[in-house]
């Protein structure tokens, strides 16, 4: 039963941090591109950060500098690191696994997604 379960979700203050994990299970994580999307209310999911199954990453443009995606293979995870979170960082985060080249910010790259989870910036 191939499934993605994120966690870490919450609220925080303006330039704070949060983690958050993508458990898999059913695959191997190193296997796979994943990647880190964002839904905020009435607008679209947009690409957050991606990584390919050779460890290459790549990130949006409004997240650069600040947000690390990163994989743990020994907890098959998939984990974005959040640090100087701001208020339009506010939306419902998923992760998401499909193919295995480039990394990439494109919904349609992705054919798995799991459940979401709430980040709240204020």
């Known amino acids: 039963h191939v499934q993605l379960v994120e966690s870490g979700g919450g609220s925080v203050q303006t330039g704070g941090s949060l983690r958050l994990s993508c458990a898999a299970s059913?695959?191997?994580?190193?296997?796979?591109?994943m990647g880190w999307f964002r839904q905020a209310p009435g607008k679209e999911r947009e690409g957050v950060a991606s990584?390919?199954?050779?460890?290459?990453?790549t990130y949006a443009d409004s997240v650069k500098g600040r947000f690390t995606i990163s994989m743990d293979h020994v907890k098959n995870t998939l984990c974005l690191q959040m640090n100087s979170l701001k208020p339009e960082d506010t939306a419902v985060y998923f992760c998401?696994?499909?193919?295995?080249?480039?990394?990439?910010?494109?919904?349609?790259?992705?054919?798995?997604w799991g459940q979401g989870t709430q980040v709240t910036v204020s």
């Open positions: 059913g695959y191997a994580v190193s296997n796979v591109r």
């Open positions: 990584i390919s199954n050779d460890g290459r990453t």
């Open positions: 998401a696994a499909g193919g295995t080249w480039s990394p990439s910010l494109s919904v349609g790259s992705y054919h798995r």
